[in-house]
Protein backbone atom coordinates (compact mmCIF):
# COMPACT_ATOMS: atom_id res chain seq x y z
CA UNK A 1 0.00 0.00 0.00
CA UNK A 2 1.00 3.52 -0.45
CA UNK A 3 1.93 5.89 2.09
CA UNK A 4 3.85 9.62 2.47
CA UNK A 5 4.74 10.75 5.36
CA UNK A 6 5.26 14.64 5.71
CA UNK A 7 8.00 15.91 8.01
CA UNK A 8 7.22 18.54 10.36
CA UNK A 9 3.81 19.01 11.48
CA UNK A 10 4.55 22.86 11.89
CA UNK A 11 6.87 25.24 9.46
CA UNK A 12 7.29 28.79 10.02
CA UNK A 13 8.59 31.02 7.76
CA UNK A 14 9.23 35.23 7.41
CA UNK A 15 7.79 37.15 4.47
CA UNK A 16 9.91 36.85 1.63
CA UNK A 17 11.79 33.90 2.79
CA UNK A 18 12.14 30.37 1.03
CA UNK A 19 9.46 27.91 1.79
CA UNK A 20 9.99 24.03 1.54
CA UNK A 21 7.14 21.54 2.96
CA UNK A 22 8.82 17.92 2.84
CA UNK A 23 7.05 14.76 1.75
CA UNK A 24 8.27 11.52 1.40
CA UNK A 25 6.20 8.51 -0.11
CA UNK A 26 6.29 4.54 0.13
CA UNK A 27 5.10 3.35 -3.51
CA UNK A 28 5.61 0.37 -4.80
CA UNK A 29 4.76 1.07 -8.58
CA UNK A 30 5.46 4.62 -9.99
CA UNK A 31 3.23 6.87 -7.59
CA UNK A 32 0.96 10.04 -8.77
CA UNK A 33 1.81 12.49 -6.13
CA UNK A 34 -0.32 15.59 -5.16
CA UNK A 35 -0.16 18.98 -2.87
CA UNK A 36 -3.11 20.05 -1.45
CA UNK A 37 -3.86 23.48 0.51
CA UNK A 38 -6.44 24.39 2.84
CA UNK A 39 -7.13 27.61 3.82
CA UNK A 40 -9.01 27.73 7.62
CA UNK A 41 -12.76 26.75 7.46
CA UNK A 42 -12.18 26.06 3.81
CA UNK A 43 -12.17 22.75 1.73
CA UNK A 44 -9.24 21.13 -0.69
CA UNK A 45 -7.76 23.26 -3.29
CA UNK A 46 -4.95 21.67 -5.56
CA UNK A 47 -1.43 23.07 -5.70
CA UNK A 48 -0.23 20.90 -8.44
CA UNK A 49 0.38 17.08 -9.36
CA UNK A 50 2.64 14.70 -10.44
CA UNK A 51 1.74 12.09 -13.11
CA UNK A 52 5.09 10.62 -14.70
CA UNK A 53 5.51 13.55 -16.81
CA UNK A 54 8.56 16.30 -15.50
CA UNK A 55 10.22 15.53 -12.70
CA UNK A 56 9.89 19.39 -11.57
CA UNK A 57 6.04 20.81 -11.53
CA UNK A 58 4.94 24.04 -11.21
CA UNK A 59 1.89 25.01 -9.27
CA UNK A 60 -0.59 27.56 -8.88
CA UNK A 61 0.49 30.68 -6.41
CA UNK A 62 4.33 29.86 -7.27
CA UNK A 63 4.71 26.65 -5.87
CA UNK A 64 6.66 23.98 -7.26
CA UNK A 65 7.47 20.36 -6.47
CA UNK A 66 10.13 18.39 -7.54
CA UNK A 67 9.49 14.29 -7.49
CA UNK A 68 13.05 12.32 -6.59
CA UNK A 69 12.57 8.92 -7.52
CA UNK A 70 16.10 8.47 -5.67
CA UNK A 71 14.93 10.28 -2.37
CA UNK A 72 11.48 8.57 -2.55
CA UNK A 73 10.39 12.43 -2.30
CA UNK A 74 8.03 15.31 -3.48
CA UNK A 75 9.29 18.66 -1.25
CA UNK A 76 7.30 21.50 -1.97
CA UNK A 77 9.01 24.92 -2.37
CA UNK A 78 7.99 28.42 -2.96
CA UNK A 79 10.70 30.93 -3.48
CA UNK A 80 9.58 33.75 -1.47
CA UNK A 81 6.71 32.98 1.24
CA UNK A 82 3.98 35.74 1.12
CA UNK A 83 1.34 36.50 4.16
CA UNK A 84 -1.59 34.89 2.57
CA UNK A 85 0.60 31.20 2.51
CA UNK A 86 -0.19 30.49 6.07
CA UNK A 87 -2.34 27.36 5.48
CA UNK A 88 -2.23 23.85 6.14
CA UNK A 89 -0.46 21.85 3.15
CA UNK A 90 -1.50 18.13 2.70
CA UNK A 91 0.88 15.49 0.26
CA UNK A 92 -1.06 13.18 -0.99
CA UNK A 93 -0.54 9.51 -3.28
CA UNK A 94 -2.84 7.61 -5.28
CA UNK A 95 -3.76 4.75 -4.32
CA UNK A 96 -4.33 2.16 -6.66
CA UNK A 97 -5.68 -0.96 -4.46
CA UNK A 98 -8.17 1.52 -3.19
CA UNK A 99 -9.70 2.78 -6.03
CA UNK A 100 -7.70 5.49 -6.70
CA UNK A 101 -8.10 7.23 -3.48
CA UNK A 102 -5.98 10.05 -2.39
CA UNK A 103 -4.29 8.63 0.50
CA UNK A 104 -2.88 11.73 2.43
CA UNK A 105 -0.38 12.59 4.61
CA UNK A 106 -0.95 14.18 8.20
CA UNK A 107 -0.21 17.93 6.94
CA UNK A 108 1.85 20.74 7.89
CA UNK A 109 0.56 23.87 9.16
CA UNK A 110 2.46 27.01 7.62
CA UNK A 111 2.89 30.07 9.55
CA UNK A 112 4.12 33.48 7.47
CA UNK A 113 5.62 36.21 9.76
CA UNK A 114 6.01 39.71 9.11
CA UNK B 1 -23.56 25.48 -8.66
CA UNK B 2 -20.31 23.32 -6.80
CA UNK B 3 -19.27 19.89 -8.80
CA UNK B 4 -19.31 18.53 -5.35
CA UNK B 5 -22.57 19.52 -3.14
CA UNK B 6 -22.33 17.99 0.77
CA UNK B 7 -25.17 18.68 2.64
CA UNK B 8 -25.46 19.68 5.43
CA UNK B 9 -22.27 22.61 5.74
CA UNK B 10 -22.77 22.34 9.78
CA UNK B 11 -24.23 19.57 12.46
CA UNK B 12 -24.65 18.94 15.94
CA UNK B 13 -26.47 15.89 16.79
CA UNK B 14 -26.26 14.12 20.29
CA UNK B 15 -24.69 10.71 21.10
CA UNK B 16 -26.83 7.39 19.61
CA UNK B 17 -28.00 9.62 17.21
CA UNK B 18 -28.20 8.41 13.52
CA UNK B 19 -27.19 10.68 10.73
CA UNK B 20 -26.61 10.43 7.41
CA UNK B 21 -24.09 13.08 5.27
CA UNK B 22 -25.01 13.32 1.90
CA UNK B 23 -23.26 13.87 -1.41
CA UNK B 24 -23.89 14.60 -5.04
CA UNK B 25 -21.69 15.60 -7.87
CA UNK B 26 -22.23 16.93 -11.58
CA UNK B 27 -18.86 15.78 -12.24
CA UNK B 28 -19.90 12.29 -14.38
CA UNK B 29 -17.38 10.72 -12.25
CA UNK B 30 -18.05 6.75 -11.39
CA UNK B 31 -15.52 7.13 -8.63
CA UNK B 32 -16.54 8.95 -5.03
CA UNK B 33 -15.19 8.53 -1.62
CA UNK B 34 -15.45 9.58 1.76
CA UNK B 35 -12.96 11.07 3.88
CA UNK B 36 -12.47 12.42 7.54
CA UNK B 37 -10.64 15.04 8.57
CA UNK B 38 -9.11 15.53 12.26
CA UNK B 39 -6.27 18.16 13.47
CA UNK B 40 -3.12 16.35 12.69
CA UNK B 41 -4.13 13.19 11.50
CA UNK B 42 -4.87 14.65 7.97
CA UNK B 43 -7.64 12.96 6.00
CA UNK B 44 -8.32 9.60 6.20
CA UNK B 45 -10.64 7.18 3.74
CA UNK B 46 -13.73 5.57 5.19
CA UNK B 47 -15.44 4.54 2.17
CA UNK B 48 -15.06 4.13 -1.83
CA UNK B 49 -16.90 3.25 -4.30
CA UNK B 50 -16.06 2.17 -8.09
CA UNK B 51 -19.93 2.66 -8.81
CA UNK B 52 -23.16 1.75 -7.61
CA UNK B 53 -22.59 -1.53 -7.09
CA UNK B 54 -19.34 -1.53 -6.01
CA UNK B 55 -18.34 0.03 -2.55
CA UNK B 56 -14.98 -0.93 -0.29
CA UNK B 57 -14.07 -0.25 2.83
CA UNK B 58 -11.36 1.94 3.51
CA UNK B 59 -8.51 2.51 6.65
CA UNK B 60 -11.39 3.63 9.28
CA UNK B 61 -14.71 2.03 8.16
CA UNK B 62 -16.01 0.97 11.66
CA UNK B 63 -19.10 3.04 13.05
CA UNK B 64 -19.56 3.81 9.30
CA UNK B 65 -22.01 2.64 6.55
CA UNK B 66 -22.60 4.18 3.22
CA UNK B 67 -25.14 4.03 0.13
CA UNK B 68 -24.55 4.98 -3.42
CA UNK B 69 -27.86 5.90 -4.48
CA UNK B 70 -27.05 6.47 -7.92
CA UNK B 71 -23.74 7.29 -9.71
CA UNK B 72 -24.26 10.85 -8.41
CA UNK B 73 -25.09 10.37 -4.86
CA UNK B 74 -23.29 8.89 -2.25
CA UNK B 75 -24.38 8.66 1.21
CA UNK B 76 -22.48 8.45 4.40
CA UNK B 77 -24.34 7.54 7.68
CA UNK B 78 -23.32 7.18 11.59
CA UNK B 79 -25.63 4.81 12.83
CA UNK B 80 -25.35 5.73 16.15
CA UNK B 81 -23.23 8.66 16.63
CA UNK B 82 -20.50 9.02 19.47
CA UNK B 83 -18.34 11.87 20.40
CA UNK B 84 -14.68 10.87 19.02
CA UNK B 85 -16.88 11.05 15.10
CA UNK B 86 -16.74 14.29 15.89
CA UNK B 87 -14.68 15.73 12.99
CA UNK B 88 -14.78 16.84 9.55
CA UNK B 89 -16.54 15.33 6.56
CA UNK B 90 -14.97 15.76 3.01
CA UNK B 91 -16.87 14.04 -0.76
CA UNK B 92 -14.41 13.66 -3.12
CA UNK B 93 -14.93 12.25 -7.01
CA UNK B 94 -12.54 11.29 -9.26
CA UNK B 95 -11.94 11.10 -12.98
CA UNK B 96 -9.37 7.92 -13.18
CA UNK B 97 -8.13 9.24 -17.06
CA UNK B 98 -6.88 12.45 -16.27
CA UNK B 99 -6.38 11.88 -12.40
CA UNK B 100 -8.40 14.53 -11.49
CA UNK B 101 -10.00 15.14 -7.69
CA UNK B 102 -13.01 16.97 -6.83
CA UNK B 103 -13.48 17.51 -3.37
CA UNK B 104 -16.56 18.95 -1.75
CA UNK B 105 -16.41 21.92 0.92
CA UNK B 106 -17.10 19.39 3.55
CA UNK B 107 -19.26 19.03 6.81
CA UNK B 108 -18.55 20.13 9.95
CA UNK B 109 -19.97 17.28 11.95
CA UNK B 110 -19.93 17.97 16.35
CA UNK B 111 -21.40 15.09 18.34
CA UNK B 112 -22.25 15.98 21.97
Known amino acids: AQSVTQLGSHVSVSEGALVLLRCNYS??????LFWYVQYPNQGLQLLLK??????LVKGINGFEAEFKKSETSFHLTKPSAHMSDAAEYFC????????????FGKGTTLSVSS | DADVTQTPRNRITKTGKRIMLECSQTKGHDRMYWYRQDPGLGLRLIYYSFDVKDINKGEISDGYSVSRQAQAKFSLSLESAIPNQTAFYFC???????????FGSGTRLTVV
Open chain 1, 50 to 55: YTSAAT
Open chain 2, 92 to 102: ATSDLGRLGYT
Open chain 1, 27 to 32: SSVPPY
Open chain 1, 92 to 103: AVSEPQAGTALI
